[in-house]
């Protein structure tokens, strides 16, 4: 049976959180509610959840309060690291003005050598679109994680991915479905950077012609 817990939640519009990350987050009244909730109760562990317009969300993320301070522009902030997926319950009562669920953590059985398989595909695309990147530090990164979830869930940064598919991977606690996703969208745009690239190169070829073109004709007028 999986193990669950009560938690304050903290609903954020942006970003899309999913385990493994760590960011920081302007708190607002709301968001300082849930802190000081989880400083007081729950020994700085909160459940970050998408803010949803249609619905209300299924999963969320547990994450702890790892740092208090402020933002550059004066703002008081807190970092969160997500550590797990959990499955969002019904609310329950709780200290505090804060919201207070429950949470169903979602455990992480041992990949197969297929999921395992499907992870290095995987990682070969990621890499290859950081190379294009220059994102050195990234692909250090990249290249020493083992874990097929937690690679997958290294999506959660990539900014060319929409909110809406992020929440679309937060919700999909199965490793191997992830990753199927996101291999297919992560060979969509790399084509699509392709495309854009071979245009960008003959622009600026074309440009480099007419420049030369231009300055050929302004010798040959001055002779």
């Not at 970050?48 to 209300?56: G, Q, S, T, V």
């Not at 790892?66 to 997926?85: D, H, N, P």
């Not at 050598?113 to 294009?132: D, N, S």
Request: net charge negative; aromatic share 6%; proline share 5%.
């Amino acid at each position: 049976m999986s193990e669950s817990t009560r938690l304050p939640v903290l609903f954020l519009t942006d970003p899309v959180v999913l385990p493994g990350m760590v960011v920081p987050v302007e708190l607002d009244d709301a968001a300082r509610a849930t802190v000081d909730a989880a400083r007081s109760s729950s020994d700085g562990t909160v459940l970050i959840a998408p803010r949803l317009d249609d619905r209300y969300p299924a999963y969320g993320v547990v994450a702890t309060i790892v740092q208090m301070g402020r933002l550059a522009t004066g703002e008081s902030a807190a970092v969160f690291k997500a550590e797990k997926r959990a499955h969002i319950g019904s609310g329950v009562s709780g200290p505090g003005a804060a919201l207070w669920v429950e949470a169903e953590f979602v455990s992480e059985p041992e990949p197969t050598e297929e999921v395992r398989a499907q992870a290095a595909e995987y990682k070969k695309l990621v890499l290859a679109m950081l190379q294009r990147r220059d994102a050195w530090q990234a692909i250090d990164t990249v290249n020493r994680m083992t874990e097929p979830s937690a690679l997958a869930d290294t999506a959660g940064y990539a900014s060319w991915l929409t909110d809406v598919q992020k929440r679309e991977l937060l919700e999909t606690p199965d490793v191997a479905t992830r990753l199927t996703v996101l291999t297919g969208w992560i060979t969509d745009h790399l084509a699509e950077v392709e495309i854009t690239d071979k245009i960008a190169g003959d622009v600026r070829d074309g440009m480099e012609k007419t420049q030369k073109d231009f300055l050929l004709r302004q010798q040959l007028a001055a002779i």
